[in-house]
């Protein structure tokens, strides 16, 4: 076995102490495992955008709102905004380079009260879109297994359900291993999304004997939700959700910080490169995919189980059964990305003592792993999808948006408290330069538009006083988002605030010079900076 050069290592060990000094510069002492690199640190995130689950498992959400323009050109629509999104995003990340991420930015720039809210807003939407991708995977695997044994497994919501609960059980397991473990996982599965991708786009072009034309690809308007034609532009937007749920949780590159070498410009990279290749391999899939719809009442009547139907059609069951292979197995890896990600945020947010528990949602096991936030965050999205038993369809479009509203909100407050700080605002090292500017306001406005979009009425139906009201219709997204603010929003004006101090130090102002002079090392004159204080 060859031994690294000298050189080689001694640059990792540099970045490592620069990693720690910096870390214990914001605060916080190194008790995970720094133990990915940039390419996985991408790999998370690209994981969790995950273009073989999101817009595959939400596809009918577009199809039947919109139709195909909504499917084609609201993904290029989306996929642009949320690559600015992600370029304010990783400006703060490189200068606070934690696994607190969002809530640790607004408190340092805002202060506790801020810092509470984007807390909040991040778990509640890191839980839902857990529980999302989670349940997305099952309705895949469900099919593949109806395929496999259509006289044993069905593919009613009860089986779904059945299935969804064993994935994510098996995912908890997943996340109780070692972070070396799953950083390979992700590595692999970055890999796995980009040739699955071009594997099921080359299906799609050759293996159907017809297809549809370019103008009924990018030029068909279908309107199913039930909305008058007159506010089309409405639906429109609506079929947005397909696109903006599948481009979230790119986060996730920010909440391994304190697991990623070279954390100040990795993570920043991270967050950016994945939603950008996200955005072109989620396209050339999509095109594919609508290309090949065989009949469009036959995908409308298939909702949740439009790809399925259409992947079926087009081609025949042997084909159908391997593409779905493909896609499960890199859902499995997203949902598991997923759980990575969400628990990390869990255990910094209780490492401040914001969640109820904290003492027991911030241990780290013996392999360095927060064991008992992997095990929470597991338990909570599971129970988040119950509701699906009743209307697995209606259930998982309010999980979407939960996951949609919460996060995006999150996003969006520190982003907002960086365009306040101006240039006072201290970069890491990576920034936009005065690019912030107009980057960071039009993703403000950006998530705006896509939060009040997605508390809208999904159907006529769901509108209380209406023909036909129902309450499997009833989106109830502006409820439980309302509620979960009321809880966590009433907690802070009758308790929290008069206790709550942001984020909490954990080091000993020795403790800096410690690890700094740790092998006769100096951290890079970027590392030595003092954090931005808030303003």
């Known amino acids: 076995m060859s031994t690294p050069p000298t050189g080689y290592l001694t640059r990792e060990r540099e970045t490592a102490r620069s990693d720690e000094a910096l870390l214990l510069r914001l605060g916080y002492s190194q008790v995970l495992y720094r133990e990915m690199g940039g390419f996985s640190n991408f790999a998370i995130s690209f994981t969790i955008i995950s273009v073989l689950a999101g817009c595959l498992t939400s596809y009918y959400l577009a199809f039947n709102n919109g139709g195909p323009v909504a499917i084609t ?5 989306v996929g642009g905004f949320c690559v600015l999104v992600a370029m304010a995003m990783g400006e703060i990340a490189s200068s606070m380079p934690t696994a607190g991420a969002l809530y640790f930015w607004a408190s340092k720039l805002g202060g506790p009260a801020w810092g509470w809210f984007t807390g909040w807003f991040n778990l509640i939407g890191q839980i839902a879109v857990t529980a999302a991708i989670q349940y997305g995977s099952a309705t895949f695997a469900t099919a ?26 098996g995912q908890l397991g997943l996340n109780l291993l070692n972070v070396n473990l799953l950083s390979r996982l992700n590595t692999l599965s970055a890999w796995w999304h980009m040739a699955g991708v071009a594997l099921i786009v080359v299906i799609l072009l050759i293996v ?52 990623t070498r070279g954390a100040s410009r990795a993570a920043a990279l991270g967050m950016i490169w994945a939603v950008v290749g996200s955005v072109v391999f989620g396209f050339i899939l999509l095109v594919a995919v609508t290309f090949a719809v065989p ?41 598991t990305a997923s759980v990575t990600s969400a628990s990390r945020m869990m255990f910094a947010f209780s490492r401040d003592r ?48 939960i996951a949609v509203i919460g996060l995006y909100i999150a996003f969006a407050l520190p982003i907002i408290l960086r365009i306040k700080a101006g240039d006072r605002f201290e970069p890491g090292a990576w920034s936009l330069g005065k690019h912030y500017k107009w980057v960071s306001r039009i993703a403000v406005v950006w998530i705006g ?20 009201f129902a309450w499997e219709s009833v989106n109830y997204a502006p409820l439980t988002v309302g509620g979960a603010l009321a809880l966590f929003g009433g907690w802070y004006l009758v308790s929290a605030r008069k206790w709550f101090t942001g984020p909490v130090r954990e080091n000993r102002p020795q403790d800096d010079f410690n690890v700094m002079q740790r092998g006769n090392g100096q951290p890079h004159p970027q590392q030595m900076r003092q954090p931005v204080r808030p303003y």
């Open 295 to 335: 009949n469009v009442q036959g995908t409308i009547d298939a909702a949740g189980m439009a790809v399925v139907y259409i992947w079926s059609e087009a081609t025949n069951d042997a084909w159908a059964e391997f593409m779905l292979v493909i896609v499960v197995i890199a859902q499995l890896f997203c949902g």
């Open 449 to 468: 538009v896509v939060c009040v979009l997605f508390l809208m009425p999904i159907s006529p139906k769901g509108i209380p006083g209406t023909e036909g």
């Open 354 to 401: 914001a969640v109820p528990f904290s003492r027991l949602w911030r241990r780290v096991g013996a392999n360095r792993v927060p064991v008992n936030s992997v095990i929470a965050i597991a338990v909570t999205s599971w129970a988040l999808m119950i509701p699906t038993l009743a209307n697995g369809v209606v259930g998982y479009a309010v999980g979407t948006s």
């Open 208 to 259: 159907p004997t017809e297809h549809q034309s370019v103008s009924f690809v990018f030029g068909e308007v279908i309107n199913n939700s039930g909305f008058s034609d007159s506010g089309i532009w409405f639906v429109f937007g609506l079929g947005l959700l397909m696109a903006q749920y599948t481009v979230t949780g790119y986060d996730a590159s920010a909440h391994m910080s304190e697991e």
């Open 73 to 77: 050109w609201g993904w290029l629509l």
């Open 144 to 169: 593949l297994l109806n395929l496999w044994f259509p006289s044993l497994v069905g593919t009613d919501t009860t089986t779904i359900f059945i299935v969804f609960s064993v994935i994510a059980a």
